[in-house]
């Protein structure tokens, strides 16, 4: 829920600003020439301001702290500090920005590891420039976007968890519905949303997931526990 521009969580702690008008950012990566280029690409958007920016996980913490962030876009391979512990670490804070890694790794490891500590998007460094844009304001607007090199990569290891944190909760709904047998319409009206709400969901569910229809969608789900 939201309380003040923030969602709260269960235990009522803030997880990071709902962005009102500007997404405020602060860049995390320790080559300065990187930093530099994805300042002008962001300066340029009338919806993003950045607010800081650190070469170091340390640095990353005490700006996130100070100047809370609606969204960290976060590097792993900094000095000293890992990537997944500056990750982890945010997460803990009284005020959790929403995170999108951006990063060359594509290893599973790594990858599972960002979104089992809470990223919101893991973004490759050779994504392009609208790429990156859409994931950033997707991700700061409190979705979630995964590259689709790494959504295959993780579901190559059927893990449960990490399909539960690839979808959001209303997308778990959707699906349990539907492997009830629900036609959209039905799921519509249960959960008071237009049909067409309810196909834009199952396209998302479907890219996440891998799949092309609602039969593999359900099975994948059955497979990995996610629906009974």
Avoid: W
């Avoid at 920005?97 to 500590?117: E, F, N, Q, S, Y």
């Amino acid at each position: 829920m939201k309380q003040g521009g923030h969602d709260m969580a269960p235990d009522g702690r803030q997880t990071g600003h709902v962005p009102t008008e500007r997404a405020r950012i602060v860049i995390v990566d320790d080559h300065a020439v990187v930093r530099e280029g994805l300042e002008r690409i962001l300066a340029k958007c009338a919806d993003i301001e950045v607010v800081g920016s650190a070469s170091s996980g340390e640095e990353a913490l005490n700006l996130a702290a100070a100047l809370e962030p609606d969204l960290v876009l976060l590097d792993l391979s900094l000095p000293g500090m890992h990537g997944l512990d500056v990750l982890a670490a945010l997460q803990r804070g009284e005020h959790r920005p929403r995170v999108v890694v951006l990063t060359v790794h594509d290893d599973d490891d790594i990858v599972l590891g960002a979104v089992r500590g809470g990223a919101q998007g893991y973004v490759l460094k050779n994504a392009t420039r609208d790429e990156l844009l859409a994931a950033v304001r997707k991700v700061a607007a409190g979705g979630q976007a995964f590259d689709e090199v790494v959504v295959r990569a993780l579901l190559r290891g059927d893990q449960r968890e990490v399909l539960r944190s690839l979808l959001t909760a209303r997308e778990l709904d959707i699906l349990r519905l539907v492997a009830t047998g629900q036609t959209n319409k039905e799921i519509a009206a249960g959960l008071f949303i237009s049909s067409d709400t309810v196909k834009g969901h199952l396209e998302t569910i479907y890219r996440k997931l891998g799949v092309s229809d609602r039969a593999h969608a359900v099975a994948v789900a059955i497979r990995n526990g996610l629906v009974a």
